[in-house]
């Protein structure tokens, strides 16, 4: 079993800068691809960027392309979203999820899901 827990959400204004971690717990986080999804208000959950095993090769929605990074240090079985030139479009539920590849992840799938961390980015 794996267990993930967001943190690093809060309240910034546009053009703000956030740092998003995912603390994962279990034995198969390291061999596995993560990645990041949200949600929100009154709108399905769309993927947002994942990572392969080794932090290699990532991927992102182009919504987010150029202003989100995602990576992961296997060390400390943590993964990590930095988020530069918020808008206030990229205010939702941000959800840390675990896949055995990324194009899962990419497609939306997912086995394990973390409780979500909340983004507000107002104007």
């Known amino acids: 079993q794996v267990q993930l827990v967001e943190s690093g959400g809060g309240l910034v204004q546009t053009g703000d800068s956030l740092r998003l971690s995912c603390a994962a717990s279990?034995?198969?986080?390291?061999?596995?691809?993560m990645g990041w999804f949200r949600q929100g208000p009154g709108k399905e959950r769309e993927f947002v960027a994942a990572?392969?095993?080794?932090?290699?090769?990532?991927y992102y929605a182009d919504s987010v392309k150029g202003r989100f990074t995602i990576s992961r240090d296997n060390a400390k079985k943590t993964g990590y979203l930095q988020m530069n030139s918020l808008k206030p479009e990229d205010t939702a539920v941000y959800y840390c999820?675990?896949?055995?590849?990324?194009?899962?992840?990419?497609?939306?799938?997912?086995?394990?899901w973390g409780q979500g961390t909340q983004v507000t980015v107002s104007s």
């Open positions: 990572v392969n095993w080794s932090g290699t090769s990532t």
């Open positions: 279990g034995r198969t986080f390291s061999s596995s691809a």
């Open positions: 999820a675990v896949a055995p590849t990324t194009r899962g992840l990419v497609g939306g799938t997912a086995d394990y």
